[in-house]
């Protein structure tokens, strides 16, 4: 459901931000603004930007590691 996925996606949205993961954070916003305003199908349509931004996130992690 919508709102469900609204408030997970919140809480990586915020872990995201903690971390510096900007584009992640903003690419979360979205999905979750879209999760509370819009039909649940089009939120999902934003899943694969986060997915995308996070691999991004997680990629350069592992860099610094």
């Given at each position: 459901d919508?709102a469900?996925?609204a408030?997970r996606?919140?809480?990586l949205?915020?872990m995201?931000?903690t971390?510096?993961a900007?584009?992640?954070?903003?690419?979360?916003?979205?999905?979750?603004?879209?999760?509370?305003?819009?039909p649940v199908?089009a939120?999902?349509s934003?899943?694969d930007?986060?997915?995308?931004?996070?691999?991004?996130?997680?990629a350069?992690?592992?860099?610094?590691?």
């Amino acid at each position: 459901d919508a709102a469900a996925l609204a408030d997970r996606v919140h809480g990586l949205r915020s872990m995201f931000m903690t971390i510096g993961a900007i584009k992640a954070s903003r690419a979360c916003e979205q999905l979750e603004t879209a999760a509370r305003t819009e039909p649940v199908e089009a939120a999902l349509s934003l899943v694969d930007v986060v997915n995308h931004e996070a691999e991004r996130a997680m990629a350069t992690i592992r860099a610094l590691g």
